[in-house]
Structure formats: C-alpha cells, structure tokens
C-alpha cells in the first residue's frame, strides 16, 4: 500500500496553475453572459410579455430540469448534426454558452422573485414622480431586488465555478482535464484529485469573502 506524497502533491500546483487561468477566463465570461440573459429572461416573465413568456417557461424549464452534463453534449456533440454551421464550434465556446444557458435560468428565477418582492408602493410611487416604468425599474426596483437576490445569485456564480470542471469531457484542458492527465500517468489518483481540489475550495473561499463584503456593501443603506 502507497502512502501518501506530499512532494508530489506540492509539486501539482504549478503545474495546474498554469492552466487556471483558462478556467477562471470560462467562469468569468460564462457568468456575465448568464447574468444578463437571466435578467432580460427574469424582465420577460415578470411583464408577462405575449409570446416571449411562454417560451421564457419552456427554456427554464428544461435548463433546470436536465443536467448540465446532458446539455454540454447536446450542445457539443448533437446540434452540430442537425446544424452544420455549429460544427466548428471549439470547447472552450461550447462551454461557455452552456454555462450560461444552465445557469441563466436559476438565475432569471432568483431574479424575477426578487422584483415582485418590491411592493407594488413602490412602483406607484416612481410613476407619481413622472418616472416611466423604465425609469422606475432601474431607479426603484432593480437596486432593491438585487440586494434580495444577491445571495443565491452568488451561490449559483460560485456553482457555475465549480462546474467549469465538466468543461474536460468536451475535451477542454483546464485544471480538471490536467489533474486527469497527471493522474492517469502517476497512477496518484487521491494527490492529483485533491491538488485540483484544494484550488477549487481556494477560489471558492476567495469568491465568499467577497461576497459578504459585497453584502455588507448594500446593506448600509438599510
């Protein structure tokens, strides 16, 4: 029975720290890209604009209810068959849109609870000052739905982080995808797997921090 290497473990970090950045560059476009989709998604349903909501319903309803392995490979494998022009769609961009899909509709729901949670005073308030329902929206509304629903936004981002590791199985070499190799070569499964790990947890520990400062940050004005 082999005992466990700590050299070698030490030894992992620079090698996956060269590849993190491909993995932090997935995260962040992958985020900003379901930040803002899940909020035209989250403004369609609260309107409950003809046509667009039920599509919005039917969208939502798949993201969340299949896996995101299962979308990545549909997305990566499948509509490349039924859609030529996809076929030269690389890893990397095939990741990042199925992040965003995925996660853009968990989201869109935070989101589209966190405005109708405004009181409805409030609205009638922005439109006794003059102001028009966009005016009212990102004046009034967003600020305060944003800081409701800051939390489980910040969760799901920090999720989506967490899932860039499913990015290897489209054949992406990030972190995930060099630990694997490093492993399947050492035969030191637990140090590779737990060197990849502890980068993971580092992030994720960084990422909450910021978000209780982020927190504390809008609640000052409460």
């Given amino acids: 029975m082999s005992s466990f290497d700590f050299n070698y473990l030490a030894g992992l970090f620079p090698i996956l720290f060269r590849y993190l950045g491909i993995t932090l560059q ?27 909501n039920g599509f919005v319903v039917v969208f939502i309803s798949f993201f969340r209810g299949t896996p995101l392995l299962v979308q990545l490979f549909i997305l990566y494998y499948g509509l490349p068959q039924l859609i030529p022009a996809l076929i030269g769609l690389d890893a990397f961009s095939a990741a990042v849109i199925g992040l965003s899909l995925h996660f853009s509709a968990y989201m869109a729901e935070s989101l589209r609870a966190a405005i109708q949670a405004v009181p409805r005073s409030q609205w009638e308030a922005s439109y006794a000052f003059g102001m028009t329902r966009i005016q009212a929206l990102r004046r009034i509304v967003l600020p305060q739905a944003v800081r409701t629903a800051l939390p489980s936004l910040m969760n799901y981002l920090i999720d989506l982080l967490k899932s860039t590791s499913l990015a290897f199985t489209l054949g992406l070499t990030e972190i ?22 502890l980068i993971y947890w580092g992030i994720v520990l960084l990422s909450t921090h910021l978000q209780s400062k982020l927190e ?7």
């Fill in 26 to 52: 997935m995260a962040a476009m992958a985020s900003v890209v379901a930040l803002v989709l899940a909020l035209v998604l989250a403004l369609i349903r609260v309107f409950k604009i003809p046509l667009a």
């Fill in 176 to 197: 995930m995808a060099k630990a694997q190799m490093e492993a399947s070569s050492s035969f030191k499964f637990f140090e590779s797997y737990l060197a990849v790990a």
């Fill in 216 to 222: 504390a940050h809008l609640s000052k004005a409460y």
